[in-house]
């Protein structure tokens, strides 16, 4: 029976040709990019970010996780002969030829400061801490950015109404990327709002699961107190070998 690989497995495979080289002679097909502002012929068929690496780029920032969970490699880019601005996960996406590339390495939201359990429970909440949320026009740009295809403009419309509990559950996969909100006419900066929603909801409306709890219980009772000395006391020697050796997400 065919082994079966989990996606990191894949993509470390995929990224291992872009770090350890490629011979030139086994690439058929190759596409011109521009990455701040200079050509490149890259191998077709590589994601922005292997193509960027094989141009010579070493992600010092814009990077993390490599497979579309931390938000780290947010992209803006324009294609020759086309007005539009795009947005993209560098990681996600692949080169195309004519891509002309900026990375953003962070977008630089306000984020409001507060004490959820301080907080009262009602939409006032979100606009003392965001009152930017009251000039949203809906244009729907945020939700054209978003590479997680969420709903992001009816989120905020429903943070506007006060509706936590929508607001979590169209938030849930945001990465917090800030495509959205660099792209905002109305400077919102909608997954820091979303988030505040998300806590609010949590600490304020959602039950606490039973499994929660029992897990909790588990853990008070030193359930997992023999494995947690393994690690804290474990060698960097050994910590390696059990990283390298850990239990994987299969497909
Ligand atoms: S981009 Fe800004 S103004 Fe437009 S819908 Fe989204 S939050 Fe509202
Ligand atoms: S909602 Fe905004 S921050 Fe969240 S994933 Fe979408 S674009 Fe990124
Ligand atoms: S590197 Fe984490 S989402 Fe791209």
Not at 155 to 181: P, R, T
Request: proline share 3%.
């Amino acid at each position: 029976m065919k082994e079966k690989k989990s996606i990191m497995d894949r993509i470390a495979e995929s990224n291992k040709s872009v770090i350890t080289g490629i011979d030139e002679k086994d690439i058929e097909y190759w596409v011109t990019t521009y990455i701040m502002g200079k050509a490149y012929k890259v191998p077709a068929g590589l994601t922005i970010m292997q193509a960027m690496e094989f141009a010579g780029y070493r992600f010092v920032r814009s990077a993390g996780c490599r497979a579309g969970f931390c938000g780290a490699c947010a992209t803006v880019y324009r294609k020759a002969g086309d007005y539009k601005l795009q947005t993209a996960m560098a990681c996600q996406t692949r080169v195309e030829d004519g891509m002309f590339l900026v990375q953003i390495p962070f977008a630089p939201g306000n984020k409001a400061l507060y004490d959820i359990n301080k907080e009262e429970y009602n939409v006032g909440t979100l606009f003392k801490h965001y009152p930017e949320l009251a000039r949203c026009v809906s244009c729907n740009t945020c939700t054209k950015a978003c590479p997680q295809d969420l709903e992001v403009m009816d989120y905020i419309q429903d943070a506007i109404k006060g509706d936590f509990k929508a607001v979590a559950k169209e938030s849930f996969d945001c990465i917090q990327c800030g495509l959205c909100a660099i792209r905002c006419p109305a400077d919102l900066v909608q997954y820091h709002i979303a988030q505040l929603a998300r806590r609010m909801y949590g600490r304020y409306e959602c039950q606490e699961p039973e499994h929660l709890k029992i897990r909790l219980k588990e853990i008070e009772n030193g359930k997992y107190k023999e494995g947690w000395d393994k690690f804290v006391n474990a060698s960097i020697k050994k910590l390696e070998k059990l990283y390298a050796e850990r239990d994987r997400e299969s497909d």
